[in-house]
């Protein structure tokens, strides 16, 4: 395997091998908890060597992007970035402005058109909620941004001490706080979700399906049982941007 993907969140990096017919091979997540450069050289083979090829894509901060670059140009003959493009692989962005939509989001439309020709709703779950609809002709009709559960209990800590940004369980009507704050963050998020669905089906005479992915997606998975889970899909979309012929 002689290529790499790499996606740089906010909280986390993932990335995996490509194999021969594009698909992923086995990913890695790295936390960010310390020294990224000596995270990744303790968590890729020795393989990924000068003779292989990598692609980016980052919403991280600039210089977290710019360690993660020093350390690929290190290890990699070739390094590509993705960005974010009107259209590509049958896929055309609602976006005026393309740099303006992330890439990741971008990515993420580009893996779920790849499933299939129908409609989908794109739900991202990391620092923040990302929506994008897309219908089955390749066509984003844009999306929302919101907090996720997580951002939500951190900004509520940070607002009263006494509230705490972890613990409790999803109940419909909670009994003690933790369990409250559980619910109604994870319950707000549910319920953009669940009236993004409705509005969706509305606009596109047909419910589309919903896909599912990021870090802070497993908390909601029970709320939304139809959902289809994708906890790669913006390393799918990497893949998909690759194959694609698309270089910095």
Known sequence: MTQWVFDLGNSRLKAAPLRADGSLGDVVAIAYEGDIAAELDAALPPATTR???????????????????AWLTARFGAISIARTQPALAGVRIAYADPARLGVDRFLALLAAHARGAQAWLVVGVGTAITVDLLD????????RIAPSPTLMRAALEQAAAQLLAQGGDYTEFATDTADALASGCEGAALGLIERSLARATDLLGTRPSLLLHG???????????????????VLEGLARWTRAGIDD
């Open 51 to 69: 003779a292989a090829s990598a692609v980016l894509a980052s919403v991280a901060s600039h210089a977290r992007t710019a360690a993660v670059v």
């Open 136 to 143: 089955a002709g390749g066509l984003h009709h844009g999306g």
């Open 215 to 233: 870090g802070g997606a497993e908390a909601l998975r029970p709320g939304l049982p139809d959902a289809v889970h994708a906890p790669a899909l």
